[in-house]
């Protein structure tokens, strides 16, 4: 554990939250992994921020540690992906990656890799840091390609005796480049009958990836799971805040204190790390006035990534959103509701059901519409937002 000057960043990171950072999801963590060593495919969802690439990088440092069978992870981005070509390429690179993991330390030959890639010309390359990577090279087809890496990878785990995971984030965007879904097509002609490869599926456009896993899809009973990704709920992050402030200054958070942080903050788990990491830097336990006062600086100095994302809805869909900041409903087509905010009911429904599709309004279980962002919902709800 870092220094106490340094547990601000060490507790609340920015990015991704591992090993001390990383608070509970017990349940999530132990479904992945038992899906992982049955080899039963994952696909991950849930708003963004809530924390779903921290979780896949957590069970993947948890599982690493096994010894039988050795599991080895390797995780790809799609985002930026426009082409099959450039998938392709993405994936040779990480079948060589994760294949090279599966020799042993002093191996210097590639033995029963150069029988399974040999379609692909595989040539044995020593890293930096004396590990092992295969270099694939293929002239097929891009789609044929990518069954035959995947059914390669799958065949090289097995005869190695491993456990390979493969963690594809931003899964969806196939969906841009692969019109025909031949792709789709491959990838699920491949999980239905892997035996030591794991896929977990990730994406940011959570409409879009459950698309992709519909009874129309070829995804669609691809041997996959879906792991719904919700909230930290409130006795777990009041154990972990008890904890971190136990060690930041030898006592707890007055229960006020924590309470404020836990609802200005709406347990997302970025803006939880993004107002503690604040707290947790000031030389006393903060009182709820003290939260609450760094969280208006929070949105002050965040304000402009708001405005940005919000440049991109129409003046309809601000007002429906900002209605939904102020008073979250389960009824937004009554018409009180509508009365009270000036909203046409036809404006309502259409803006809503965009809001919703692009994770700017969630549906909490009880029916209620609020605000998923705790930043956007700060600001819209004090009228800062013209």
Known sequence: MSSKSDLANTLFPLGYAEGPAFCNREKAREDLKQNIMSGTHTYITGMRRYGKTSLIRQVSRELARKRKPKVHSHSIDLLTVHTLEALEALLRDAVGKLSGQFLPKRSRILGSLARIFSAFAPKLVVNSDGSFSVELFSKTPSNISIQELLTGLDEAALHYKRRAVLIIDEFQQISQIDQNRTIEASIRNVAQGTKAVS?????????????????????????????????????DYSEFLQKAAT???????????????????DRHTYYVNVLCRDLWKQPRTPSSETVIQTWTEVLARERHQAYTELMALAHAQKSVLQAIAVEPTSQPTAKSYLGRFDIAGSTMKKSLSVLVEKDFVRITRKGVYEVVDPLIRGIMDSNALE
Do not use: C
């Open 247 to 265: 060690l930041r200054w030898g006592q707890e958070l007055s229960e006020t204190a924590k309470a404020t942080i836990l609802a200005v903050t």
């Open 199 to 235: 896929f977990v599926f990730l994406g940011s456009e959570r409409s879009a990836l459950k698309q992709m896993f519909a009874q129309d899809r070829p995804m669609f009973n691809a041997g996959s799971q879906h792991l719904e990704l919700d909230r930290i709920s409130k006795n």
